[in-house]
Structures are given as structure tokens and as C-alpha cells.
């Protein structure tokens, strides 16, 4: 065999990788999509039926509802990032991305009936902004196809102080005002550049949904701050 066939053969090979790594790609895309719209679609359905109000005055129940759903909301993206790391089989990725949808769907239940009954615009806005914003930050990871996997012990570390920050504002009584938003939208756009990486780089071909379903987590974890941010400058 000749060196030059020996080259044409590498780049077959080459081309059916980066052709494999495509479709990955796309399907990854194609499910986090699919999970956007059926996350409207619930939380339509939840306000339209008055599921969110019964959500709503069962959280606001406790004396420090907004607590709870903080908690709550961070403790659901990390099983997210848990489930879409160690879940193999399509039956497993499939049902833990529906149950998140459903779950995230619940928490953001009664965020999304106090933003819709105080200012009409301001959910369209969080969610222009927060799509425009991820657009961004996906083109900056493929444009320039750096891999952002040291990321990951930030976002652990940054997790960590988060929730240590909404355990004491929980047990001392404080708010977790403007800034605090803002640093979790910057935690939440540092995510989305290291979960793209990931789906560029690293994930196996085989767990396009277990990475829509990290995707879509960092998507939700975006739009939750800029949503409340909103709102806080609203008052």
C-alpha cells in the first residue's frame, strides 16, 4: 500500500468519525429542543389548570417558601448532572429526562404565576435573553472549539457555596438579593460552556439524550436567575 493511499484511508476514517460526532451532535440538539417545548407546554398546562396556584400556596405554606425552591431547583440540576453522566441505557436517560422536565416543570410552578400576573412581558423577556445568551455561549465554544472540561471543580465548588449561601439565608433569615442572582447567572453561563464542551468533545455517541438533558439543566438554571433578576429589579 502506498503512502498515499495510506493518507486517503486516514481521512476516510477521519470523516466517518467527524460524520458520527455530527449526528451525535444534532440529536443532542434535536432533544433539547424537544425538552424546551415540552417544558412550556407542562408549565402552560399548569397555569391554565390552576395546578400552579395549588403548587404556589403549598410552598409559600412554609415560612420560607422562596428557600425551598431554591434548594430545591439546585438540588434537581445536580441529579440532572448526575443521571446524564452515569445513565447508559436509552429507557434510563429517557425517563430521567422527562422526569426532570416534570420536576422542573413543578419548581418553576410558582415562579412563572407570580411573574405572569406581575408583569406580562417580563417571562418573554427572561426567556429572550436567556436563549440569546446561550446561543452565544454555544457559538464560542464551537467557533473556537476550546475545551472547557476544567470547569468542572468551578461549578462543584461554586454549587457548593451557593447552596451553603441558601442554607444560611434559610436557618438566619436573610435574602439572597441582586448579586446573588447575578453570580448565578454567571454560574449557569459558565455551565452551558462546559456542558457544549462536553458534547463537542467528550460525551460517548450513545448519550445524546443524557446530554440534552445536562443542557437543558443549565438552560433552566439560567433562565430561573434571569427570571428572578428580572423581577427583583421590577420592585
Known amino acids: 500500500m502506498s503512502y498515499q493511499d495510506i493518507r486517503e484511508q486516514d481521512s476516510a476514517v477521519s470523516r466517518s468519525g467527524l460524520g ?3 449526528k451525535f451532535i444534532t440529536k443532542t440538539y434535536n432533544h433539547l429542543l424537544g425538552a424546551i417545548f415540552a417544558f412550556v407546554a407542562i408549565s402552560f398546562y399548569f397555569y391554565q389548570s390552576g395546578i400552579s396556584q395549588a403548587i404556589a400556596q403549598w410552598v ?14 439546585i438540588a434537581a ?19 430521567s429526562l422527562v422526569g426532570f422536565i416534570i420536576a422542573e416543570a413543578i419548581i418553576f410552578a410558582p415562579m412563572l404565576l407570580i411573574a405572569a400576573n406581575y408583569a406580562s412581558s417580563v417571562i418573554q423577556s427572561a426567556a429572550t435573553v436567556t436563549l440569546v445568551g446561550f446561543g452565544i455561549l454555544t457559538a464560542i465554544v464551537f467557533y473556537t472549539r476550546k475545551d472547557f472540561s476544567f470547569l468542572r471543580g468551578i461549578l462543584m465548588w461554586a454549587g457548593g457555596l451557593a447552596l451553603l449561601a441558601i442554607g444560611a439565608a434559610f436557618i438566619f433569615g ?16 459558565a455551565a452551558i460552556l462546559y456542558d457544549t464542551s462536553n458534547v463537542l468533545h467528550h460525551y460517548p455517541e450513545d448519550r445524546y439524550v443524557g446530554a440534552a438533558l445536562q443542557l437543558f439543566a443549565s438552560v433552566a438554571m439560567m433562565f430561573w436567575y434571569v427570571l428572578r433578576l428580572f423581577m427583583s429589579g421590577d420592585e
Open 20 to 22: 458520527d460526532r455530527a
Open 60 to 73: 409559600f405554606s412554609f415560612g420560607a417558601g422562596w428557600m425551598v425552591l431554591l434548594g430545591g431547583f
Open 77 to 95: 440540576s445536580w441529579a440532572a448532572t448526575h443521571l446524564a453522566h452515569t445513565s447508559q441505557s436509552k429507557a434510563t436517560q429517557y425517563s
Open 174 to 189: 436573610f435574602q439572597l438579593g441582586t448579586w446573588f442572582s447575578v453570580g448565578m447567572i454567571g454560574l449557569a453561563g
